[in-house]
């Protein structure tokens, strides 16, 4: 018999139960189940709009389902996680733990929901339709073996950057990447706490925030390209966790260039495989990569809707 819990916060034995999860899926599925932003809100126990819902099998003390309701700053993100053993039931919790995600919603105003799913099947299909969500964005996850190829680096034009400076760079980071991604629903808008967020996390490490000034016509950012490594992964992974070129300097070949940058630093600090995601329409972006070296490691799917408020 499954049992489901409701918590609007975390205690540590909840965060432990629910970590626990994640890391039989992450080892099962080969990557995380969860992005960023749902991972920090688990980690600090839920802030403001977080609704963290378990399923558990009776006299069980490890969740076989996790899904977590999460506030951005004008969407609400989903997540869900089914313990490997228990992907045959994955349409009965799924639809139980959504369907109460949504409700939460809704009684809070309701509003703009991102629903991410990584290696999409039917069921999540399904799932999503229970909702009244649809297909939106799809991301490709792109791997690369570190080093990169000699002859990748000398075919690169080559640029100077420098290292995140904290104290000091935040105003221009914030102001490149917010301009760079107008019309992101996740990575758009950005506040100096988003930013302190990332920069309290284990992982934070300013000398991997590789920045391009220009002098021209006066000393400004022109872009960035945000590493993130993992040596307790195996391979070791080095993720191009955010790159962007301000709007005023795109075409000009600085994403490859700063692609190519971050991909240096993270072979440099004992990174043996690059990634990064790419929407599945961007070709030029995707030909880009594909130059550098990346092949598609898999697909993520969006499925997005409106609640209503109730």
């Known amino acids: 018999m499954i049992k489901f819990e409701i918590k609007r916060s ?6 432990a139960a629910v970590t626990g999860l994640l890391s039989v899926v992450e080892t099962a599925d080969s990557h995380r189940p969860l992005n960023d932003h749902l991972s920090i809100d688990l980690r600090h ?24 309701v999460s506030r951005g700053n004008d969407s609400w993100a989903l997540g869900l996680v089914v313990d490997p053993n228990h992907r045959n039931e994955t349409l009965q919790l799924g639809a139980a733990l959504l369907s109460e995600a949504t409700k939460i919603i809704g009684s809070e105003g309701g509003g703009h929901v991102h629903w991410w799913v990584s290696d999409p099947a039917p069921e999540h299909d399904e799932l999503a339709s229970k ?9 490709l996850q792109m791997h690369v073996l570190l080093p990169l190829k000699q002859k990748v680096i000398a075919e690169t034009k080559q640029i100077m950057t420098q290292s995140f400076r904290v104290g000091i760079d935040e105003a221009s980071w914030l102001t490149v990447n917010n301009r760079a991604f107008a019309n ?9 706490e988003t930013l302190m967020s990332r920069s309290n996390e284990s992982w934070f490490n300013a000398s991997g925030i590789l920045l391009h000034y220009v002098d021209q016509p006066s000393h400004q950012l022109a872009g960035f390209c945000w590493t993130k490594l993992d040596k307790l992964s195996d391979p070791h992974l080095g993720e191009i966790y955010i790159i962007a070129v301000d709007p005023d300097h795109r075409n000009m070949g600085l994403g490859s260039s700063l692609t190519v940058a971050g991909l240096n630093y993270l072979a440099s600090a004992g990174a043996t495989t690059g990634m990064l995601f790419v929407d599945k329409d961007n070709a030029v972006a995707i030909a880009t990569y594909l130059k550098l070296g990346f092949a598609i490691h898999h697909q993520e799917q969006a499925f997005v809707g409106d609640i209503a408020a109730s």
């Open 131 to 139: 909702i009244d969500l649809h297909a939106g964005r799809s991301l």
């Open 10 to 15: 975390m205690t540590p034995s909840d965060i």
């Open 45 to 68: 126990g839920g802030r403001t709009g977080f609704a963290g819902l378990i399923a558990w099998e009776t006299n069980s003390a490890n969740p076989v389902a996790y899904c977590q």
């Open 184 to 192: 992101h629903p996740e990575q758009g808008d950005w506040t100096i």
